[in-house]
């Protein structure tokens, strides 16, 4: 009987301290969004020197903690009380969503726990165009066309083909020829579909009630 519970009090003491030396956080995964500078904090506990360390290859992360420069490897010291914040920082994605891994240990240690880090897809994209400003028959106008990015670095020249669409009193503005010449032959029967895209192009610029032309956004 004394055997069994020496052997119970020495397994419980074993549980105890290395539950101690886990480095305590707040959460295991991290959301990013596409812009340049997304940080997401993380709470972290721990009495001694502790380490993070961005997975191999992600050079587009790093971590940092007060009085500690941004780096893909950092160390922080904790009194097991007090709690400490580490950032995660992204640079901005041009490209698909992008994954990464933070790795959390007790300084010295091989084991350490894992902090799964995604980042939002930013390749350029760009809204529905719309037109600003009024048109009226027979004044001259100044409207314009505004193409409103969803994601974009800044800096960045797109062209797109757009084309605007007069039937009666209602005006539609498009980027998509197809969508252009679909309206035209609803508009104009002549207008076959054994035509070339280019042949329906030129006539739909010929035709009144519809108006083709460039559309440049920066």
Known sequence: MLFAAASLLSVGCTSDDDTANVVKRDTDEVNLAY???STSQITVRY???WEAEVSTGCDWLTLSTDGVEPAA???SVGNGTDYQYLNITAERNTGDAREAVVYLRES?????LEI?????AGIFEVSKPELRGDIKQNVESSAYI???YLKAVGGESVECGGYIAL???RLTVLLDLNEALAIAKRLYPQLTSDQSLAGIAALVEALPGIYAGGVMTR
């Open 167 to 169: 039937a009666g009193e």
């Open 146 to 148: 505004v193409v409103p």
């Open 35 to 37: 812009a340049d500078g």
């Open 73 to 75: 490897s950092i160390s």
């Open 108 to 112: 010295g240690s091989q084991q350490a």
């Open 47 to 49: 009495d001694g020197r």
């Open 116 to 120: 799964a880090v995604s980042q939002d």
